[in-house]
């Protein structure tokens, strides 16, 4: 590849840019007209500068904005957003969300002082969002990377920190094509990394502003494990009786528990199933693979359970909390194409972590598989004879428990190492 070519290569992935912006509004839009999450996105975001504007007025210096692209960034930039408020009370905590999934189920979040979907990237918006908010730092978690919010930030020379990232060489940072992607990395400040692995690659494109920092997502789950509370419903139903409790399913989840939780024959094991969607369709659908559950919203109303062993978890937030019931935990999303979701919520209690196939891009769950904390399947049959084994042999279920619980509290400390940084280097004034 020549001179010329790379020049020409390098315009282009700008014009590019531009262009995949203007396709993904007008599809957003286009399955508005169908589908209730795009809807949101759209609704969400009306009239947003007024809203920002009424609700910041003149902001002052210290405000700390947050971006996270949904409900799992934020869970994972949590602990660094709740230091930096105990630390610099003065200061001004601002989240943005990229979805929908995000923002409506944390927009009330008490710890923050304004909470908004972040406008459509361009060059007019940021600029007119930057301008209301004046941030003093800036802090990106994990990834969702928007060029000209970046690009505006590194103008005004705002201190901007990218926390808790992992790269592979298959990201379009580290492709000929990917020279838009490389300046974004290089309007950060710092970049924090989970691993040795992505800062040796961003090293290799000449990355050098990063550092090993770890995953928060450890001091996550490990925070909330301390501030455990108990669920009096929960502890009713399950009676003393051993619990499987699988979270965040889906519908192929479902139905291979269900084939393996019917053909255990102890009438001492109970199921716990908190879906990953709860509307009215997915809920039915539950219902017909397990006609003799209850809901726990019918536990709530004093609907007693009568001789059900099965339990539907009909509302979201409970879930981090129900694994400390498990005997055995299942973590759903190993049968789909985004792959398996949170093992590190279960684990933290010391239980032993079941999940699909689908779980190799995802360092934690291929980490409790390597120390022995996990265990995967692909089939019914396998997954029952995993229960068997767990159920009945004392010495091997104690020792996944171990080897969960161990991995999960020997790699907490993300956060200090971000927050060390930011006051190091005097980016926030108390």
């Given at each position: 590849m020549n001179a010329f070519t790379f020049v020409k290569i390098k315009n282009l992935s700008g014009f590019f840019y531009s262009i995949f912006l203007w396709l993904y509004h007008v599809a957003i839009r286009f399955s508005s007209?169908?589908?209730?999450?795009?809807?949101t996105w759209i609704n969400g975001r009306k009239n947003i500068f007024d809203k920002i504007k009424r609700a910041v007025g003149d902001a002052k210096p210290g405000t700390v904005w947050v971006h996270c692209s949904s409900l799992g960034e934020f869970e994972q930039g949590k602990p660094v957003m709740e230091k930096i408020k105990l630390l610099y009370p003065n200061s001004k905590l601002l989240i943005t969300f990229f979805s929908p999934s995000g923002y409506e189920i944390k927009k009330n979040y008490?710890?923050?002082?304004?909470?908004?979907?972040?406008?459509?990237?361009s060059k007019r918006n940021a600029r007119k969002f930057i301008d209301i908010v004046r941030p003093t730092l800036v802090i990106f978690i994990k990834y969702d990377y928007w060029y000209y919010y970046l690009n505006e930030i590194k103008t005004?020379?705002?201190?901007?920190?990218?926390?808790?990232?992992?790269?592979?060489?298959?990201?379009?940072?580290?492709?000929?094509?990917?020279?838009?992607?490389?300046?974004?990395?290089n309007c950060f400040t710092q970049i924090f990394v989970q691993n040795e692995e992505s800062k040796r690659i961003l090293e290799a494109i000449n990355v050098r502003h990063c550092m090993v920092g770890g995953d928060t997502r450890f001091d996550t789950v490990v925070?909330?494990?301390?501030?455990?509370?108990?669920?009096?419903?929960?502890?009713?139903?399950?009676?003393?009786?051993?619990?499987?409790?699988?979270?965040?399913?889906?519908?192929?989840?479902?139905?291979?528990?269900?084939?393996?939780?019917?053909q255990l024959t102890s009438e001492d094991i109970k199921l716990i199933i908190a879906p990953h969607e709860i509307h009215s369709a997915r809920l039915e659908e539950l219902k017909k693979l397990f006609p003799d559950s209850v809901r726990f919203s019918?536990?709530?109303?004093?609907?007693?359970?009568?001789?059900?062993?099965?339990?539907?978890?009909?509302?979201?937030?409970?879930?981090?909390?129900l694994?400390?019931?498990a005997f055995i935990a299942y973590v759903g999303g190993g049968f789909t194409k985004?792959?398996?979701?949170?093992?590190?919520?279960?684990?933290?209690?010391?239980?032993?972590?079941?999940?699909?196939?689908?779980?190799?891009?995802?360092?934690?769950?291929?980490?409790?598989?390597?120390?022995?904390?996990?265990?995967?399947?692909?089939?019914?049959?396998?997954?029952?004879?995993?229960?068997?084994?767990?159920?009945?042999?004392?010495?091997?279920?104690?020792?996944?428990?171990?080897?969960?619980?161990?991995?999960?509290?020997?790699?907490?400390?993300?956060?200090?190492?971000?927050?060390?940084?930011?006051?190091?280097?005097r980016l926030l004034t108390r």
């Open positions: 007209t169908w589908n209730e999450k795009a809807r008490a710890g923050a002082d304004h909470i908004f979907y972040l406008p459509m990237d005004r020379k705002i201190n901007c920190l990218l926390v808790s990232a992992v790269f592979r060489k298959d990201q379009a940072f580290f492709k000929w094509y990917g020279s838009l992607q490389r300046k974004m990395l925070a909330i494990a301390e501030k455990f509370a108990p669920v009096p419903l929960i502890e009713t139903f399950i009676q003393n009786k051993k619990v499987i409790v699988a979270g965040s399913t889906w519908r192929k989840d479902e139905e291979l528990l269900q084939i393996a939780f019917n019918q536990l709530a109303s004093n609907i007693l359970p009568g001789t059900s062993n099965i339990l539907i978890v009909d509302n979201i937030g409970m879930l981090s909390r694994y400390k019931y985004d792959g398996v979701h949170n093992v590190l919520e279960a684990a933290v209690y010391g239980k032993p972590v079941l999940f699909g196939n689908n779980y190799k891009k995802y360092k934690e769950a291929a980490d409790l598989i390597n120390l022995g904390g996990a265990m995967s399947f692909s089939d019914p049959a396998e997954l029952r004879e995993i229960l068997m084994t767990l159920l009945s042999n004392q010495d091997i279920y104690e020792s996944k428990c171990n080897a969960a619980k161990n991995y999960v509290w020997s790699n907490k400390g993300a956060t200090e190492k971000v927050i060390a940084y930011i006051e190091i280097n």
